[in-house]
């Protein structure tokens, strides 16, 4: 299994060998205790469930509480599934850390992008704008959204003003830089969904190299 749970911390650069410099997102990827083993025969797919981040037990919910305490473990913030081959290969309890990726390792990253609230056409869509001039008075409108008589009604999915961001996420295809297994970071090429302290699922990309 190469997947993890991770929080997004910001991001840096690294220098090459050759002093040209890697933009990279530093990301401190567990560690992380296996929660549930899933099967064929009890669940009807083969996956293992991660926790991530310790939580107070008030801050828990009830349901959460019971389903880690079958197992005598803390409540944990997030659960994530990701599927294995063989779940066979884990036990719950197990600590899964960052030494699960190496520098090299192509991934996938999800997370919610940052909320941008309630958005014009413009910055959610990138319409152009109108002239500013000669008596113009249409700058940032959509402009046309609908027929007349036939349909006499506006097709949806136009692109129109509404809420922006806030949405779960994935950049495929990034490259892993550098790891640090003493401070669990995994450092990754590029930028990946989220603000900063975001949780992030981080696992192998299925179009790797």
Not at 119 to 125: F, I, L, T
Request: aromatic fraction near 4%; hydrophobic fraction near 35%; charge should be positive.
């Amino acid at each position: 299994m190469k997947g993890i749970i991770g929080k997004k911390l910001g991001m840096t650069r690294v220098f090459n060998e050759d002093g040209t410099a890697t933009p990279v997102t530093v990301i401190e990827a567990g560690p992380c205790v296996v929660t549930q083993i899933k099967t064929k025969d009890s669940d009807g797919y083969e996956a293992v469930q991660l926790g991530f981040e310790k939580m107070r037990r008030k801050s828990a919910t009830k349901p959460r509480i019971g389903h880690l305490a079958k197992h005598g473990l803390a409540p944990r913030r997030r659960l994530a599934e990701f599927r294995v081959d063989d779940p066979g290969e884990y036990q719950v309890g197990q600590e899964v850390t960052v030494d699960v990726f190496e520098p090299g390792d192509v991934v996938d990253v999800t997370g919610w992008s940052k909320g941008r609230g309630f958005q014009g056409v413009v910055r959610r869509h990138g319409f152009a704008v109108g002239r500013r001039t000669h008596g113009n008075r249409n700058h940032r409108k959509p402009g046309s959204i609908g027929q007349s008589a036939t349909p006499a009604r506006v097709w949806k999915g136009r692109k129109l003003p509404g809420r922006m961001g806030a949405a779960r996420t994935t950049i495929k295809r990034l490259d892993v830089v550098q790891i640090d297994l003493e401070k669990n970071l995994l450092l990754v090429r590029g930028a990946v969904p989220g603000a900063n302290e975001g949780v992030i699922l981080v696992k192998k990309s299925n179009t790797g190299k």
